[in-house]
């Protein structure tokens, strides 16, 4: 029987559910006997041992072990269980003297047998919180022994809670029957065609995705082949990637290793690789946004010109100038952007569609590589509920550089449409969380789990993009392999000999100023003068990666490279065997040679992604740690590591140095050459240990599990798309958040005899004032008059207010002279100003000064001072924050700040107001970037729910109406959210009276975005026919069942509702469709004659849209009309009951 554990509840171990055991019945077995194995990769490895009992002193002093042989054995007294019953019993591995503790659960239901318990486990398990998220693991009534045996103390047990506590949370494992598609932007796969024109393919073991696992996986991506970048071919020949007509064979011989091409055109697509990726995002990437130097156009489809002049190095001129590296369009170039970025996007789609045919329901859709990085919003469009990860093998720049992108927001909701971001370093994680943060204005922390942990993630829209830091490995395997190789072994010997008796420094580089290259050749000059002795006894083999899609950086680096290389021979002759070679002529088997040859290796990269050369080194030199590699006589298997590499975090056996500082490059050589044994057999055991602990599979299965884990709802009405094009965004909501029903609304409003209307003011009724920054605090200072309502709406509040059967409030946090100065000459209008605190209820008279009174009584005021004083301390202190004054509540406002800084404040502040206003009756609310940014104090117990509430209570005492039938709620944000959420569970407890008379089957909870208030003291004022609507404004995670899309459609909604109201008292001589139909349809006697319509009178009628005469029942014509738009159509509909479904 296996036992699980999590994060929380380890090192206790539980069963998933309950087992059913038979008890014996003869008086002979007084005991129930057993014991634990201990298992290792899913393999018995051995029986528990009592010295698995740990450091358990008082226990082991007192116990005498039972014991089979050398085998510890548990025991179980039978007279303390009983049949029927289920119980948790605890005990320690190891630990076997004396009768476990054991904790009865009380049961619902007795059984009758075992057989029927254990039917009923799976439902036990969930109806008693066993292995719940509070409760993983055994729970333990007695923390007092807990303790005696040196384990964190653990919850208390969770048999009190109710079925509602939830499922059981499974832990996440990854079978043969999880589908995945990895996508990256080439094929793990080497492509050869033979001259008759036959296709073959291989692994390119190389790459990192090339790994082999059990999972059903499916490789998406295009293919290397002969101009694949959009460039001519030699000779100017057409020739550019796979012929069309061939490509039906290529994807015959990728089948078989599950990979399915993505065909783009070449031109497009090295628009997008050389164009867009190259020259735009990648130095963005890599920290680098200058805008001194010369702008590129990115686009290069012409291999720069090697052999042209080289300019003189001047070492020291390169030495202050290196952060001048090629841009790309990234501030504008004439247009071109846009066309790079189309390129870009272009590309994307071709993914898209190919993985959409890929797709099974249930798969796991992995995307690899910054050249992909807005493919989660295409692909979230079509299949949303797909779990998607996308990882990025480059750094992520900081807030400051990434926002010089015109693009930056585009990029960013692209990766948060993915359920999971994933970086090599935490480093490039907290950059994209600051971006996210303050670009997008998003908050991040650590959010919990299904396994009752925590993960770091990013909350958008309702979901939480969970963001991950793993770095990657290599595979030993695959390595040892290559290593072993006789033409392996022999290029070694080979490189061996050509530089007998040296110390070998290897350095493999791309040819781009990123790589510093220059900076090492500068420091190994610096090192020879001043360590002249060493001349001649090293050598440094520098291998140059051909890196033509970089244009004039590549050019500038290769001659700066040749002139330095040129000088430090000149000088001290074979120092620098400098070699330039394309990417194909540097494989995996080559790169091996070079590095099993070499004694020290170099990376000395000014910003650096995944760079596995360390590692492969490291694998390359293992041997050291062994007595014959120790006496071979080489100073081998160092690594130095510039501190800008990825794997600097994980390598760190190895000299770390700042590239920019040439003297620790220098310094780094000679530490090299004249390190202690001991020191350098530590530093290589240190460095060895990441690279044979984390491998590849490793790697990605640690991924894999946290993007299985994922917290994603199987129902995809969970979650709603909002925005068009790149702005499209998953939103995490109530699965039946849904466009608010006007006919649903139409139906219900028409035939209720006590309405209740609740309006916010300012982005629900009127244009929101505060979505700009400026306007804001021009408002606040009061040199911008507010926007005020149209003479539409305050025609259609004073019809819906003339009706005697609704009440309408608006309901604000505005002050009461700003809704009295635009609203008060509405008759038999409830204002509620400053959410709520103060209530104007709906009076015939109109002008003058209106009666307001308070939610909360009128207290002490002094805490305003107090409150001012010390929010005035925090404004001077940070700039762009301010103090906004109302008669009741005081806030400071930060929106304007340094979103991170401000914050910091803004919690400081609030934290600071607890302590000094705690002996008043006030509460202290903080509000996020996202909701405005501010700290605000205000009365104890005064929000927009506690006056909805005060308003249903006082309805039958002021207005002499029955109980509340029909109630339309709206609001558009944060500060409405109490106001939705509590007449939402007004609807709902109606709803749960209504079907609990007619025995129905109970209603599914409410969503958690609800915030759960007590709201029974509201029962006895409501209907159980209540017709609850609560609506926001705009598609957003909200406690609202609802949403309009903006203020245009709440204006719609209330007229159609002034214009049902109409219609029941006001007839002026129009028929509408359903009378017309109404008038043939219901003959009063049998006969032709009951309503004399002939044929001629039919046709006519159809035709004509203005007058038309028809014969009443005494044959004399009389006039009328057929309604010409909806308003007419509206104003004469008849009232008949529910048969009218759709009357809009």
């Known amino acids: 029987i296996p036992l699980f554990t999590t994060a929380k509840s380890y090192p206790w171990y539980t069963t998933r559910t309950p087992l059913s055991l038979p008890l014996p019945t003869t ?35 007192q116990q005498t072990i039972n014991s089979s042989g050398n085998i510890a054995v548990h025991t179980v007294p039978l007279r303390l269980l009983h049949g029927g019953e289920i119980y948790t019993v605890n005990d320690v591995l190891g630990v076997t003297g004396g009768p476990p503790d054991i904790d009865h659960i009380k049961m619902r239901n007795n059984f009758s047998s075992v057989g029927s318990l254990a039917r009923k486990n799976a439902s036990a398990g969930s109806l008693y919180g066993l292995n719940s998220r509070n409760n993983s693991a055994v729970g333990m009534t007695d923390q007092g022994s807990k303790k005696k045996v040196g384990f964190a103390p653990q919850p208390p047990p969770t048999s009190h809670r109710s079925s509602e506590a939830g499922a059981i949370k499974q832990a996440v494992h ?77 994807e ?218 793993i770095h990657a490995g290599v595979e030993p395997p695959v390595l040892h392999q290559v290593l072993s190789h006789k033409s392996t072994c022999d290029r070694v010997a080979s490189i061996r000999n050509q530089f007998r008796g040296k110390v070998i420094f290897a350095a493999i580089d791309r040819m781009e100023s990123l790589k510093g290259i220059p900076l090492k050749l500068i420091a190994l000059e610096r090192f020879l003068q001043r360590c002249p002795e060493w001349a001649g006894k090293i050598v440094v083999v520098q291998v140059g990666i051909s890196a033509f899609e970089r244009g004039d950086d590549y050019t500038k680096t290769r001659n700066e490279i040749i002139s330095m290389v040129t000088n430090i021979n000149n000088r001290w ?100 050459l004249t390190m202690s044994e001991d020191e350098r057999m530590r530093r290589i055991s240190i460095a060895s240990e990441f690279v044979t602990r984390v491998t590849t599979q490793r790697w990605a299965l640690a991924v894999m599990l946290d993007l299985k884990g994922v917290q994603k709802n199987e129902d995809a009405g969970k979650y709603a798309g909002a925005g068009l094009g790149l702005g499209f965004r998953l939103l995490g909501m109530d699965s039946k958040f849904n466009s608010l029903d006007a006919n649903s609304v139409a139906r219900a409003y028409r035939s209720a005899k006590s ?71 509405i ?83 609030e934290d600071h107001l607890s302590n000094v206003l705690r002996g008043f009756s006030v509460d202290i609310l903080h509000g996020g970037v996202e909701e405005g940014g501010y700290v605000e104090v205000r009365p104890k117990g005064v929000n927009k729910g506690v006056v909805s509430m005060h308003i249903i209570k006082n309805m039958e005492k002021i207005f002499n109406k029955g109980k509340l039938e029909f109630a339309l709620v709206i609001g558009d944000d944060h500060c409405d959210e109490p106001m939705l959420s509590v007449m939402r569970q007004v609807g709902r407890r109606a709803s749960e009276a209504h079907i609990a008379k007619k025995g129905g089957q109970p209603l599914a909870p409410l969503p958690a975005t609800i915030a759960q208030v007590d709201v029974s003291s509201c029962d006895e004022y409501i209907s159980s026919n209540l017709k609850c609507f609560t609506s926001t404004v705009g598609k957003k995670p909200t406690a609202a069942a609802n949403y309009v899309n903006d203020v245009e ?73 057929v309604s010409n738009n909806l308003d007419d159509f509206l104003g004469t509909m008849e009232e008949d009951g529910e048969d009218d479904d759709n009357f809009f």
């Open 27 to 61: 008086p002979n077995n007084k005991t129930y006997r057993y014991r634990y194995a201990i298992n290792r990769a899913g393999i018995f490895h051995r029986w528990e041992e009592p010295s698995d009992g740990g450091g358990i002193e008082e226990f082991r002093a």
């Open 174 to 250: 990854l079978t043969s029957s999880d589908g995945l598609i990895v996508v990256s932007a080439f094929l793990p796969v080497h492509l050869t065609r033979s001259n008759d024109g036959e296709w073959s393919a291989d692994w390119d073991y190389e790459a990192l995705l090339s790994m082999q696992t059990h999972l059903r996986v499916t490789r998406v991506g295009t293919v290397k082949w002969r101009g694949w970048h959009g460039n001519v071919g030699g000779g100017k020949s057409d020739e550019s990637g796979v012929p069309v007509d061939e490509r039906h064979k290529v």
């Open 573 to 672: 002759p074979g120092t620098v065997q400098f070699q330039e070679c394309a990417e194909s002529e540097m494989r995996l088997q080559q790169r091996m040679a070079l590095l099993r040859a070499a004694d020290v290796v170099m990376v000395t990269t000014i910003r650096d992604g995944l760079n596995l050369i360390p590692l492969e080194f490291t694998i390359a030199h293992l041997d050291a740690l062994t007595e014959q590699g120790r006496n071979d006589g080489r100073k081998r298997g160092l690594c130095i590591l510039s501190e800008f590499s990825s794997c600097t975090r994980v390598m760190r056996g190895a000299l770390h140095v700042n590239p920019w500082k040439i003297s620790e490059i220098a310094t780094a050589f000679y530490q090299a």
């Open 1049 to 1121: 459609d709440v204006h719609e909604l209330l007229e159609s509702l002034v214009k049902v109201t109409t219609r029941e008292t006001v007839h002026s001589g129009f028929y509408s469709v359903v009378d017309l139909k109404t008038m043939d349809d219901t003959p009063t006697s049998p006969g032709p004659e009951a309503v004399k319509f002939d044929a001629q009178t039919s046709w006519q009628r159809s035709l004509s849209m203005c007058q038309l005469h028809t014969p009443d029942m005494s044959g004399e014509p009389t006039d009328a009309r």
């Open 755 to 825: 309405r209740l209307i609740l309006l916010d003011y300012g982005g629900t009724i009127l244009a929101n004032d505060n979505l700009d920054q400026l306007q804001r605090f021009q408002f606040v200072k009061k040199s911008r008059p507010p926007s005020v309502p149209t003479e539409g709406l305050i025609s259609t509040l004073k019809e819906l207010c003339s009706d005697h059967r609704n009440i309408v409030f608006v309901v604000s946090g505005k002050e009461r002279h700003s809704l009295t100065k635009t609203l008060c000459h």
């Open 252 to 469: 015959a011989v990728l089948r078989p290793f599950n990979c399915v091409p993505v065909w783009v055109p070449t031109t497009l697509f090295g628009e997008m690789y050389n164009g867009f990726c190259k020259g735009v995002l990648w130095p963005i990437l890599h920290n680098v946004a200058s805008v001194y130097s010369t702008p590129q156009t990115g686009g290069n489809t012409e291999k720069p010109d090697p052999d042209k002049d080289i300019e003189p190095y001047d070492s020291q001129y390169a030495e202050y100038s290196m952060d001048d590296v090629a841009q790309g369009p990234i501030h504008g170039d004439g247009g071109r952007e846009g066309e790079l970025w189309a390129a870009f996007t272009a590309v994307n789609r071709h993914f898209t569609d190919v993985i959409i045919q890929c797709f099974n329901e249930g798969d796991l859709i992995w995307i690899h590589g910054f050249h992909l990085m807005i493919l989660p919003s295409f692909l979230t469009r079509r299949i949303s509920m797909a779990k998607i990860g996308i990882f990025l093998h480059t750094p992520f720049p900081s807030s400051e550089i990434f926002r010089t992108l015109w693009c930056r927001e585009d990029l960013l909701r692209g990766m948060l449409n993915a359920d999971q971001v994933g970086f090599h370093l935490f480093e490039y994680a907290r950059h994209f969380l600051t971006c996210c943060r303050r670009l997008l204005g998003l908050n991040y922390g650590m959010f919990p789990d299904s396994s009752g942990g925590h993960n770091l993630a990013i909350d958008t829209n309702g979901r939480h993009v969970s963001v991950t830091s």
């Open 827 to 909: 008759p038999n209008l409830g204002l509620a100003a400053e959410h709520g605190m103060f209530v104007s209820w709906p009076t015939p008279k109109v002008g003058g000064k209106r009666r307001w009174e308070t939610l909360v009584p009128d207290q002490d005021r002094s805490w305003r001072s107090i409150a001012t004083m010390i929010m005035e301390v925090y404004t001077s202190r940070t700039h762009g924050s301010y103090i906004e004054e109302t008669e009741m509540k005081v806030l400071w406002q930060y929106r304007d700040a340094d979103p991170e800084f401000g914050y910091l404040q803004s919690r400081e502040l």
